[in-house]
């Protein structure tokens, strides 16, 4: 299965991100800023199509962030899975 690659988020030292090939970012997790210890993420909508994109809230863990987000990238932004596996930089969905 191919893997996403998260990057630190150009904006947000604690979050993390995938780009497009634009360099645009598409999703993000982040930790959640009213919550003990939980993450959220987004997954931007699809200007081409009938993706209305996402906003998940209260995950306890960046993993599982990252899962969810992860699901949907490769459901509804598959020209952004990377067909290597990520370089170490902080996960990967």
Partial sequence: MSSITWRPHHESADAWAVYDQRD??????APQSD?????????RSR????????????????EQAMGVVG??????????VASE????????A
């Fill in 47 to 62: 200007p081409d199509g009938p993706y209305p994109g996402i906003r998940i809230d209260h995950c306890p863990s960046q």
């Fill in 85 to 92: 596996p990520p370089s170490g930089d902080g996960g990967a």
């Fill in 71 to 80: 699901r949907e990238l490769r459901r509804y932004w598959p020209e952004v």
């Fill in 24 to 29: 645009q970012c598409i999703a993000a997790v």
């Fill in 35 to 43: 919550s003990d210890g939980h993450w959220q993420g987004v997954v």
